[in-house]
């Protein structure tokens, strides 16, 4: 499958407005998109910063759904968004869940790689981090979303509840240690957020 992500920075006075048009407008005008397969939505109420994912069953769908897409992102974040960054993505792992309840959390670790060892970063969280972090308490899913030819990539995780994020601080630390000094691999940043919304759908 294949991801695009919106990474959208604002007034956070204006978030909750967003969030009502992304989880309402959005999510209809998605689920019409062929080859639509789920969504996520998370947010930094605080800071004022908003991330979205959208999957796709194939390439030729993502590419197919970016211009009525873009012009429906920029209806509903213009009045929010005073930054936006889109970026494509092929899903290289992927567990995810069906929803999430109230008060999940999101980790996303953004990193850079040498494209030559795209496989290595592969199996060293298919392998290595994911199984791992399904014996974590509260663990609900996470993906290993990358760019081959850029050499850029992020890991997501959501956790059900605050307690359980929280607590897994320390441990995953730890991994991400590791499959950074297995692969090469170089952490740009760590950041989180509230899990608003995650939609999935089977593959057709």
């Known amino acids: 499958m294949f991801v695009r992500t919106t990474y959208a920075t604002g007034d956070p006075a204006k978030l909750d407005e967003a969030v009502r048009k992304m989880t309402t407008e959005g999510t209809q005008a998605l689920e019409r998109e062929p080859g639509f397969r789920g969504?996520?939505?998370?947010?930094?109420?605080?800071?004022?910063?908003?991330?979205?994912?959208?999957?796709w069953e194939d390439e030729e769908a993502l590419r197919a759904s970016a211009e009525r897409m873009g012009e429906l992102r920029t209806r509903m974040l213009s009045p929010f968004a005073t930054t936006?960054?889109?970026?494509?993505?092929?899903?290289?792992?992927?567990?995810?869940?069906?929803?999430?309840?109230?008060g999940?959390?999101?980790?996303?670790?953004?990193?850079?790689?040498d494209?030559?060892?795209?496989?290595?970063?592969?199996?060293?969280?298919?392998?290595?981090?994911l199984p791992k972090l399904r014996e974590m308490p509260g663990f609900q899913g996470g993906a290993l979303l990358i760019d081959r030819a850029a050499g850029e990539g992020q890991v997501g995780a959501i956790y059900a509840d605050r307690e359980?994020?929280?607590?897994?601080?320390?441990?995953?630390?730890?991994?991400?240690?590791?499959?950074?000094?297995?692969?090469g691999a170089t952490v740009r940043s760590v950041e989180e957020f509230e899990a608003v919304m995650v939609v999935s759908r089977p593959p057709s």
């Open 164 to 183: 359980s994020f929280v607590a897994s601080r320390g441990p995953v630390a730890v991994l991400r240690g590791q499959a950074a000094s297995k692969t």
């Open 104 to 113: 999940a959390r999101f980790r996303m670790v953004r990193m850079r790689f």
């Open 39 to 55: 969504a996520g939505l998370f947010v930094d109420r605080e800071v004022g910063t908003l991330l979205t994912g959208t999957w």
């Open 84 to 102: 936006l960054t889109v970026d494509n993505w092929e899903a290289a792992v992927a567990t995810r869940p069906e929803s999430v309840g109230e």
């Open 115 to 129: 494209p030559s060892r795209a496989d290595d970063l592969i199996d060293a969280f298919e392998n290595g981090a």
